[in-house]
């Protein structure tokens, strides 16, 4: 069964320093996102992307967030200067379509430490 | 305003007892999707089951049913004989229709513990 996958699956990182998260969303799925879940917490929403541009963000995706889909395969998360409260685990998701009726299938998520 | 509601923080239940976890919603479209996901302590989300605002009967998958209350605007997810690998958090989600507004909304979760 096609299944979201994530890279790395674990990432400790220096406060300041660059990451990039990376995700292969199933073949077939045009529709891309990010969420966030800081420990403890629900699942945050953080950017879509459609046909190779961000379709909305959450005030929480600033000017310190990217994405980008480099081929046609990966969707990359770029966070530019991590700061602590970025500490969190990232899901990838991707759906065929948009919109109420369709499912959004997760990735396994990748957790980061900011210290 | 909450989109999504789960009132039950915490739950305890015997193996293989039925069990109902609680979700209510808010949202002034008429087309909307409703998702359950399950998140075990490894992390990973998974897609449990879905409803559609039109759909007329209530949804089912294996031992997962999801009891539709359009009016009353409720949710809720029922596991029937539950077992030990049913104890994880368990999210109550949705997403709004018209492709305008595209992100699945959470709620904060309910954490089932299933006893032996």
């Known amino acids: 069964e096609p299944e979201v996958t994530q890279t790395p699956s674990h990432q400790v990182t220096q406060m300041g320093q660059e990451v990039i998260l990376r995700c292969v969303p199933i073949?077939?799925?045009?529709?891309f996102y990010w969420y966030r879940q800081i420990l403890g917490q629900k699942v945050e929403f953080l950017v879509s992307?459609?046909?190779?541009?961000?379709?909305?963000k959450s005030e929480i995706f600033d000017d310190q967030f990217s994405v980008e889909r480099p081929d046609g395969s990966n969707f990359t998360l770029k966070i530019r200067s991590t700061k602590l409260e970025d500490s969190a685990m990232y899901f990838c998701?991707?759906?065929?379509?948009?919109?109420?009726?369709?499912?959004?299938?997760f990735g396994p998520g990748t957790r980061l430490l900011v210290l | 305003a909450q989109k999504i509601t789960q009132t039950q923080p915490g739950m305890f239940v015997q193996e293989k007892e039925a069990v109902t976890l609680d979700c209510t919603y808010d949202?002034?479209?008429?087309?909307?999707?409703l998702f359950w996901y399950k998140q075990p302590s490894s992390g990973e989300m998974i897609f449990l089951i879905y409803?559609?605002?039109?759909?007329?009967q209530n949804a089912t998958e294996g031992r997962y049913s999801l009891n539709f209350q359009k009016a009353r605007k409720s949710a809720n997810l029922v596991i029937s004989a539950s077992q030990l690998g049913d104890s994880a958090m368990y999210f109550c989600a949705m997403r709004e229709g018209g492709g305008r507004d595209d992100k699945i909304i959470f709620g904060k979760g309910t954490r089932l513990h299933i006893l032996p």
């Open positions: 073949s077939n799925h045009l529709y």
């Open positions: 409803q559609g605002s039109y759909d007329e």
């Open positions: 949202t002034s479209d008429q087309s909307y999707g």
């Open positions: 998701a991707s759906s065929e379509g948009a919109g109420g009726g369709e499912t959004q299938y």
């Open positions: 992307f459609y046909n190779n541009e961000i379709s909305e």
